[in-house]
C-alpha cells in the first residue's frame, strides 16, 4: 500500500491519506486497511491505543484524502486526542458540492444522529424531531470558486461528527460531488471524477514536545484535473 508521510517525529506520524483505503477496520471490512500497513513499517503502534484502532488519532472516511495523524506513544494518542475532545485543533477541508450555492460563507449548525432508514448514513436534525443519540454538529463553508454547474468549497469542522461534512452539506441541498451516500437520486457527477470529491488540506495542533505545528497537504492530480474540466 502506497501512502506519503508528511512529518515524523518520535510521537507522531503525519500521513497523506489517498483516497479508497479504510483507515481501520470497523464492522464488516474485510479489505486491507491504513492500520495494518502502517504497523507492517512502524511495529511499536501494535502498542499504541487499543485494536483495531491502535494509534489512529481521528477518522478520514474510506473515499476521502488527505491529512491523518497516527500517534507512536500511548502518551502522545491521549495528549493529541483530547485536543480534538476540547475542539482545539483547526482542520479545513477543500470540496466540491453539486450546485451553485449563493452565499460567500455560512455556518451549519445541527444536531447529527444516525438516520433511521438507513444505518450506513447520518442525518442531520433539529432540536425539536432530534433523537437522544443525536450531538451537536457545527462546520462553516466559504466559497472558493463558482462553477456552472458546481462550487469548490474551503470547510472547516467545529466538531467531528461521523460523515459530519457530507451529511451538513446534503441538508444544505448542495451534496458533495461523486459522494454515492449523501448524493440526490439523478445527480451529475463531473467528468474525470471517481470518487467523492472531499480533500483533508490543513491541520493545526500542538505537539506532546510543546510546539504547535501546521501540516498541508495539496490536491491530488485527479481532483485539481476535474476542477480544470469544469465550466466556468
Known sequence: MDFKIIYEDKDLLVIDKPAGIVVFPEGQT??????????????????VGEAPRYGIVHRLDKDTSGILLVAKSSEG????QKQFINREVEKKYVCLVQGVMEDDSGEIKTLIARAKGDPRKQ?????????KSAREAITEYKVLERFADYTLLEVQIKTGRRHQIRCHLSYLKHPIAGDKLYSFK????PEGLNRQFLHAKYLK???????????????PEELKQVIKNLEK
Do not use: C, H, M, W
Not at 442525518?123 to 433523537?131: C, D, G, T
Not at 495542533?205 to 490536491?219: A, H, N, V
Open 186 to 189: 439523478n445527480s451529475k457527477i
Open 77 to 80: 494518542l491521549i495528549f493529541l
Open 123 to 131: 442525518r442531520a436534525y433539529s432540536e425539536l424531531n432530534a433523537p
Open 205 to 219: 495542533i500542538q505537539l506532546p514536545d510543546g510546539q504547535t505545528k501546521e501540516f498541508l497537504s495539496e490536491l
Open 30 to 47: 474485510k479489505e486491507n486497511t491504513l492500520v495494518e500497513a502502517l504497523i507492517e513499517r512502524f511495529g511499536e503502534l501494535k502498542s
